[in-house]
Structure formats: structure tokens, C-alpha cells
């Protein structure tokens, strides 16, 4: 029995690696499977969970003080990965919908998880739309192939954990009383991101500036609407220090947003205006970089395509999320090596974390040395 899970880890794992175009180590298991599940068979479970945020978040068009997610988890032979679909309301998804996609996948036809294009490609062919949904199961199926592998999915891309960016962190458009606090209590990031277009934006930056020299990034959700007055503000943030617009103007004005990349001294981002793949041909000469988040992709596999399509077109790479658990955000983190920004506070803007995972440390993101997504589940749910 255990040659046969040693042949059957080292051909998938050859497999593997063929997909990602990565040479990987192979790695034998001497764990045994157990009779949670039975061998060769893939079990998805799932659980709606409601996550609570410590301040209300308020963007350019819309406040909110709880996010719907949806907790998902595939058994295989003993082993497990979890996986998670953040579902803000703007994006369309909801408990409701995760249930109803996540009740047809039936993944009877395959008894190898390795094949994880066949499987992802079954996922996405399921219905249109309902990207989160589908996140949730990539990113369960990543964690659940690492932790048969024993290896930290970083590992297995071949990327160095040392190279992870610092991550920014939120600050949400407020009164310069509250923004204040929110930055004295953010003391340990090394960037910030600060929300803008809720017309208070000089009032914002001045409140930031007050407690902090660190550097900004500004997203702006779509919230500006003349070209001109946004080039202007985009010359006096520069000059307090910001490093790059996310997502100015809203996505339909693309002749203005290119208009603006061309003319601005900072990178111009697109955030709202690109979800998958395919939305990257749509890009050039319109941004000059991407905020790539799982759940608007389907998860790990497409951010990852999509990173490398990003740096063919010498585009700025960032890695951003929802509000999400450490489940989510330390499955993003494992590709952050590979990027130039990483915003990934989510986990951190809650107060009813279920896992642990990856942490911040003096600003930096710090990978866990372990396997898969590298997280524990510490609440009592799945
Ligand atoms: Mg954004």
C-alpha cells in the first residue's frame, strides 16, 4: 500500500510540476490515509460563515459592517484542504448562490487530484459567473494536493518565502478623527492604502500625514469622474508620498483612464476593470498595472496565470483580496513572491477568524512553514 501511494504521489507530482512549468521536489508520505473518506475519492463539504468587521468599511459607493463567505473543505484519503468564496455584495455572490453552485459539483469523475486542470476546468464549466464560488474549491484543492505533498504551495511554485512584499493596509474613507486612529493603530505596516473618492480626499491624505511618513497607495473604487481635476490630484499625491492609483475612474471610461495612465506620474492600476484572464487583453495601453484577487478569477491557479501575463506586458503586479479569514489570505500570500504590492489585510479588518495562517511581521508578510495554504483551522465550524 505504501509503494503504490509512493508511485501514485511521484507521478502526480511529475504531473504537477509539467502544468506549472516548475521543477518541484517529489515527495513520498508516510502518513496514513485514515477512514475519513475513502481512497481515490474526492469529497467537497461546505459551510456558510458570516465574518464581523472590527470598523465598518466604507468605499466610494457603498458601507458595510459584515461579509458573507463561504468555508469549503475536499477530503481526499485521509488528507484535507480548506478553502474559501468572499462574497462582498457588489460582486453578486451570495450565501445563497455559493450553495447553489457548490451543491452541483460532483467530482465522482475524478479519483486524482492532481489533475487539477482537468478538475478546475470541470468547476468553471459548471455555470458562468459565480467566481468566488469556484475560488473556494481551487483553493481547497491546492491546499488539499500540498498537504498530501507535505510541501508549502510557495514550494511547490518554486518561489522563495524571503521575497514576499510588505502588505498594505486599509484605510477606509472616514472623518480625520477616525482616520487618525486607524493609522496610529496600523503602526506596524510599512505601506498604506487609503481609500479616496468620497470627496474628502485632501482631508484623508492631510489626516494620514499627520501620524505618518510611511508610503501610501491610494484607491479610489471608480470614485473620480473628470480626468483633469484626477490628474491634478494625482500630481499633489505623489507628492505626499503616494506610489500608485488603483482603479480612478470607473471602468466604462476607458478613453479618460487612458488618457490619465499616459499623463500620470504614478503606475495607474486597474482593480474593478479586469476580473479574469481573458480581461487582461483589454489592458494594454489602458492601465499600467493590475490588482489581481482570487476571488474575482477563480482562485489560485488563474491568479497565477494571469501574474505571468501581467509581467509579459511589463505590467505592475499587485495581489489584493476581500475581506476574507486567514484562509483565503494565506492562499493569496503564497504567490506573493511573485508581485510587487500585496494587499492582503483581510483577515485583518475581522473579528471572527476561524484560521491561522500567514502573519505580519514588522510589516512583511511571513509565510508558515506549512504545508498547503499553510493553515490551521482554529474555529469550531467545517
Ligand atoms: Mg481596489
Given at each position: 500500500?505504501?509503494k503504490?501511494?509512493?508511485?501514485?504521489?511521484k507521478?502526480s507530482a511529475i504531473a504537477?510540476?509539467?502544468s506549472?512549468?516548475v521543477?518541484i521536489?517529489?515527495?513520498?508520505?508516510?502518513?496514513p490515509?485514515?477512514?475519513?473518506t475513502?481512497?481515490?475519492?474526492l469529497?467537497?463539504?461546505?459551510?456558510?460563515?458570516?465574518?464581523?468587521?472590527k470598523h465598518?468599511?466604507?468605499?466610494a459607493?457603498?458601507?458595510r459592517?459584515?461579509?458573507?463567505v463561504m468555508?469549503?473543505?475536499?477530503?481526499?484519503?485521509?488528507?484535507?484542504?480548506?478553502?474559501?468564496?468572499?462574497?462582498?455584495?457588489?460582486l453578486g455572490?451570495?450565501?445563497?448562490t455559493?450553495?447553489?453552485?457548490?451543491?452541483?459539483?460532483?467530482l465522482?469523475?475524478?479519483s486524482d487530484p492532481f489533475?487539477?486542470?482537468d478538475?478546475l476546468a470541470?468547476?468553471?464549466?459548471?455555470?458562468p459567473?459565480?467566481c468566488?464560488?469556484?475560488?473556494s474549491?481551487?483553493?481547497?484543492?491546492?491546499?488539499?494536493?500540498g498537504?498530501?505533498?507535505?510541501?508549502?504551495?510557495?514550494k511547490l511554485w518554486?518561489l522563495?518565502?524571503?521575497?514576499?512584499?510588505n502588505?498594505?493596509?486599509?484605510?477606509?474613507i472616514?472623518t480625520?478623527?477616525?482616520?487618525?486612529?486607524?493609522?496610529l493603530?496600523?503602526?506596524?505596516f510599512?505601506i498604506?492604502?487609503?481609500k479616496?473618492?468620497?470627496g474628502?480626499d485632501?482631508?484623508?491624505?492631510n489626516a494620514?500625514?499627520?501620524i505618518?511618513?510611511?508610503?501610501?497607495?491610494v484607491d479610489v473604487n471608480?470614485g473620480?469622474t473628470?480626468?483633469?481635476t484626477?490628474?491634478d490630484?494625482i500630481h499633489?499625491l505623489?507628492?505626499?508620498?503616494?506610489?500608485?492609483?488603483?482603479?480612478?475612474?470607473p471602468?466604462?471610461?476607458?478613453?479618460?483612464?487612458a488618457?490619465?495612465?499616459?499623463k500620470?506620474?504614478?503606475?495607474?492600476?486597474?482593480?474593478?476593470?479586469v476580473?479574469r484572464l481573458?480581461d487582461m487583453?483589454?489592458?494594454k495601453?489602458?492601465?499600467?498595472?493590475?490588482?489581481i484577487k482570487?476571488m474575482k478569477?477563480?482562485?489560485?491557479?488563474?491568479?497565477?496565470k494571469m501574474?505571468?501575463?501581467?509581467?509579459?506586458?511589463g505590467?505592475?503586479v499587485?495581489l489584493?483580496?476581500?475581506?476574507?479569514?486567514s484562509c483565503g489570505?494565506?492562499?493569496?500570500?503564497?504567490?506573493s513572491?511573485?508581485?510587487?504590492?500585496a494587499?492582503?489585510d483581510?483577515?485583518?479588518?475581522?473579528?471572527?477568524d476561524?484560521f491561522e495562517?500567514?502573519?505580519?511581521i514588522d510589516g512583511?508578510?511571513?509565510?508558515p512553514?506549512?504545508p498547503?495554504?499553510g493553515v490551521?483551522?482554529t474555529?469550531d465550524i467545517?
Amino acid at each position: 500500500m505504501k509503494k503504490n501511494r509512493r508511485s501514485f504521489i511521484k507521478g502526480s507530482a511529475i504531473a504537477l510540476s509539467g502544468s506549472l512549468l516548475v521543477p518541484i521536489a517529489c515527495q513520498s508520505s508516510s502518513k496514513p490515509g485514515n477512514n475519513k473518506t475513502a481512497a481515490g475519492k474526492l469529497t467537497l463539504s461546505f459551510e456558510p460563515y458570516e465574518l464581523q468587521l472590527k470598523h465598518t468599511f466604507t468605499l466610494a459607493s457603498s458601507s458595510r459592517t459584515t461579509t458573507p463567505v463561504m468555508l469549503t473543505k475536499l477530503e481526499y484519503d485521509g488528507y484535507t484542504g480548506y478553502g474559501e468564496a468572499s462574497m462582498p455584495p457588489y460582486l453578486g455572490e451570495s450565501h445563497e448562490t455559493a450553495q447553489r453552485f457548490l451543491s452541483k459539483v460532483d467530482l465522482s469523475g475524478f479519483s486524482d487530484p492532481f489533475l487539477t486542470e482537468d478538475i478546475l476546468a470541470y468547476i468553471d464549466s459548471i455555470a458562468p459567473g459565480n467566481c468566488a464560488a469556484k475560488a473556494s474549491v481551487d483553493i481547497a484543492l491546492h491546499d488539499l494536493i500540498g498537504n498530501i505533498l507535505e510541501i508549502p504551495l510557495y514550494k511547490l511554485w518554486g518561489l522563495n518565502p524571503d521575497h514576499t512584499p510588505n502588505t498594505s493596509f486599509t484605510i477606509a474613507i472616514d472623518t480625520p478623527e477616525v482616520v487618525r486612529q486607524k493609522v496610529l493603530e496600523a503602526a506596524d505596516f510599512r505601506i498604506l492604502k487609503v481609500k479616496l473618492g468620497g470627496g474628502n480626499d485632501r482631508e484623508m491624505i492631510n489626516a494620514v500625514r499627520e501620524i505618518t511618513d510611511v508610503p501610501l497607495c491610494v484607491d479610489v473604487n471608480q470614485g473620480w469622474t473628470d480626468k483633469h481635476t484626477a490628474l491634478d490630484l494625482i500630481h499633489w499625491l505623489k507628492e505626499q508620498g503616494v506610489v500608485f492609483i488603483e482603479q480612478p475612474m470607473p471602468v466604462e471610461d476607458l478613453d479618460e483612464i487612458a488618457w490619465l495612465t499616459e499623463k500620470s506620474p504614478l503606475p495607474v492600476i486597474a482593480d474593478e476593470a479586469v476580473q479574469r484572464l481573458k480581461d487582461m487583453i483589454g489592458l494594454k495601453g489602458i492601465y499600467s498595472g493590475v490588482n489581481i484577487k482570487q476571488m474575482k478569477c477563480t482562485g489560485l491557479r488563474e491568479a497565477w496565470k494571469m501574474i505571468n501575463f501581467a509581467r509579459a506586458y511589463g505590467m505592475t503586479v499587485m495581489l489584493g483580496c476581500m475581506t476574507e479569514t486567514s484562509c483565503g489570505v494565506s492562499a493569496a500570500a503564497q504567490l506573493s513572491p511573485m508581485v510587487d504590492f500585496a494587499d492582503l489585510d483581510g483577515n485583518l479588518l475581522i473579528s471572527n477568524d476561524v484560521f491561522e495562517g500567514v502573519k505580519v511581521i514588522d510589516g512583511k508578510l511571513t509565510l508558515p512553514d506549512r504545508p498547503g495554504i499553510g493553515v490551521i483551522k482554529t474555529g469550531d465550524i467545517l
